[in-house]
């Protein structure tokens, strides 16, 4: 999501703002400067920084500080050593610093270039390797239903099995709610834990880290073992322009069930520790994506871009799916009778046996709510339209104007794939 940078004041000083990294800012090392645009002036005193190019997927920041820079100059980003970390600085870029790379390139459009070289690696690298969540809790019911956690003399040692059963709580369970229906507050509970923000905003432990010490442990298990190589084709790379896809349950691969079988733990534990793996790849990129570094919003237009694309597992008749998340905000000025004020937007796509896939597109802009509904199966398309009237009345008892609400048969289609994107390959 957009997120605003408050610098210190700094009197009449002007020429270089103190930031602190936010949200679509790539991963920087000290020594680097980013040649950056000045792409809007929000207010009178916060302006929005582009940088990263069409071709290398861009990002932005929004900074606040006493000195606004006229719109569509040049900037550099620059990382230097503070006493406590990293510290980022945004200075006006000399006039003649519009360089290419091959004739004197100035530093900063050479930093930018390198940054974006390494992000480029990652992201190859990880999109080689990501595959869904659905597959590694597959292996991971499997795995408990043949060695439980806290059982001693067990398949596995006990810091895989708890580290396994660790990750149950990460998974959203409509059944828990209240009247056991979903609701917000477990919806909302859910999210921060994949965070690890708890529900007083401190920070606990994020499903990055569970998975990360799961693969640890993992690891240490398998005696140096290699999993076989994946057969099955992984879901879409995560994205903020792509319509999202939801996860199906999975079923436990059957080399993980021979070696379940077989009471062969360490050849469970490296088939495990590859899922892990690819798991967290994938995570990883969705966090690229989010932060506007993986290209796939290129073109797409940008008010048709989200901020942020989260995979959460949920809970189906005792199985595992996965709902693919995106949440965007948008600063642009209210309808008319209104002042500027950020509205919402969230898409999100489920894929199970009882429903088929189907997407949903939801918008709030303040009280005004706007949603579009698509299912593949038409008889759920037309139980849900069956629905709207019920739906409808239950939002405008939460205060809500519910402008428009409708269902379509079908997915809508992606835009196209912009050049220079990540494809998945079967390894």
Same mark, same amino acid.
């Given at each position: 999501?957009?997120? =605003?940078?408050?610098?210190?004041?700094? $009197?009449?000083? /002007?020429?270089?703002?103190?930031?602190?990294?936010?949200? =679509?800012?790539?991963?920087?090392?000290? #020594?680097?400067?980013?040649?950056?645009?000045?792409?809007?002036?929000?207010?009178?005193?916060?302006?929005?920084?582009?940088?990263? $190019?069409?071709?290398?997927?861009?990002?932005?920041?929004?900074?606040?500080? &006493?000195?606004?820079?006229?719109? #569509?100059?040049?900037?550099?980003?620059?990382?230097?050593?503070?006493?406590?970390?990293?510290?980022?600085?945004?200075?006006?870029? %000399?006039?003649?610093?519009?360089? /290419?790379?091959?004739?004197?390139?100035?530093?900063?459009?050479?930093?930018?270039?390198?940054?974006?070289?390494?992000?480029?690696?990652?992201?190859?690298?990880?999109?080689?390797?990501?595959?869904?969540?659905?597959?590694?809790?597959?292996?991971?019911?499997?795995?408990?239903?043949?060695?439980?956690?806290?059982? %001693?003399?067990?398949?596995?040692?006990?810091?895989?099995?708890?580290?396994?059963?660790?990750?149950?709580?990460?998974?959203?369970?409509?059944?828990? +709610?209240?009247?056991? *229906?979903?609701?917000?507050?477990?919806?909302?509970?859910?999210?921060?834990?994949?965070?690890?923000?708890?529900?007083? +905003?401190?920070? #606990?432990?994020?499903?990055?880290?569970?998975?990360?010490?799961?693969?640890?442990?993992?690891?240490?298990?398998? +005696?140096?073992?290699?999993?076989?190589?994946? &057969?099955?084709?992984?879901? %879409?790379?995560?994205?903020?322009?792509?319509?999202? =896809?939801?996860?199906?349950?999975?079923?436990?691969?059957?080399?993980?069930?021979?070696?379940?079988?077989?009471?062969? +733990?360490?050849?469970?534990?490296?088939?495990?520790?590859?899922? /892990?793996?690819?798991?967290?790849?994938?995570?990883?990129?969705?966090?690229?994506?989010?932060?506007?570094?993986?290209?796939?919003?290129?073109?797409?237009?940008?008010?048709?871009?989200?901020? =942020? @694309?989260?995979?959460?597992?949920?809970?189906?008749?005792?199985?595992?799916?996965?709902?693919?998340? &995106?949440?965007?905000?948008?600063? @642009?000025?209210?309808?008319?009778?209104?002042?500027?004020?950020?509205?919402?937007?969230? *898409?999100?796509?489920?894929?199970?046996?009882?429903?088929?896939?189907?997407?949903?597109?939801? $918008?709030?802009?303040?009280? *005004?709510?706007?949603?579009?509904?698509?299912?593949?199966?038409?008889?759920?398309?037309?139980?849900? *339209?069956?629905?709207?009237?019920?739906?409808?009345?239950?939002?405008?008892? &939460?205060?809500?104007?519910?402008?428009?609400?409708?269902? @379509?048969?079908?997915?809508?289609?992606?835009?196209?794939? %912009?050049?220079?994107?990540?494809?998945?390959?079967?390894?």
């Amino acid at each position: 999501m957009i997120s =605003r940078v408050n610098s210190p004041s700094q $009197g009449n000083q /002007t020429g270089i703002v103190a930031v602190r990294p936010v949200s =679509r800012v790539p991963m920087l090392n000290v #020594g680097d400067a980013i040649a950056v645009r000045v792409a809007k002036h929000l207010t009178d005193n916060v302006m929005r920084l582009v940088g990263g $190019g069409a071709g290398g997927g861009g990002f932005q920041l929004d900074v606040e500080g &006493q000195e606004m820079l006229p719109l #569509g100059s040049r900037a550099t980003l620059s990382v230097e050593r503070g006493p406590d970390g990293p510290r980022y600085q945004v200075s006006a870029a %000399p006039q003649n610093a519009a360089q /290419t790379p091959g004739q004197g390139a100035p530093a900063s459009a050479l930093g930018e270039t390198a940054a974006l070289a390494r992000i480029a690696s990652l992201a190859t690298s990880l999109a080689a390797r990501q595959d869904g969540l659905s597959p590694l809790y597959a292996g991971l019911a499997a795995t408990l239903a043949a060695a439980p956690a806290g059982v %001693p003399g067990g398949l596995l040692p006990p810091a895989v099995t708890s580290a396994l059963a660790g990750l149950l709580g990460f998974r959203l369970d409509p059944t828990a +709610g209240r009247d056991g *229906r979903l609701d917000g507050p477990a919806l909302k509970a859910a999210l921060e834990g994949l965070t690890g923000r708890g529900a007083t +905003g401190g920070t #606990g432990t994020s499903l990055d880290d569970a998975l990360s010490e799961l693969l640890s442990v993992l690891k240490g298990a398998a +005696g140096g073992r290699e999993a076989p190589a994946r &057969q099955a084709t992984p879901p %879409p790379l995560p994205g903020i322009s792509r319509h999202p =896809r939801g996860e199906k349950p999975a079923r436990a691969s059957s080399e993980l069930v021979s070696a379940l079988l077989a009471r062969d +733990g360490e050849e469970a534990a490296a088939i495990l520790a590859a899922k /892990t793996d690819a798991a967290l790849a994938r995570l990883r990129l969705a966090s690229l994506a989010s932060r506007g570094l993986l290209a796939d919003g290129e073109g797409a237009g940008d008010a048709a871009l989200f901020d =942020r @694309t989260i995979d959460l597992p949920l809970v189906v008749g005792g199985q595992t799916s996965v709902i693919s998340l &995106q949440i965007g905000r948008d600063d @642009t000025p209210g309808h008319e009778g209104e002042g500027a004020h950020p509205a919402w937007r969230l *898409r999100f796509a489920l894929d199970t046996e009882a429903t088929g896939a189907v997407e949903a597109l939801v $918008g709030l802009d303040g009280p *005004r709510l706007f949603a579009s509904l698509w299912a593949v199966r038409p008889d759920i398309a037309a139980d849900l *339209r069956e629905r709207l009237p019920r739906l409808a009345a239950t939002l405008a008892e &939460q205060g809500l104007e519910v402008v428009d609400l409708k269902v @379509t048969g079908g997915l809508p289609d992606d835009p196209p794939t %912009p050049s220079g994107q990540f494809v998945d390959v079967v390894s």
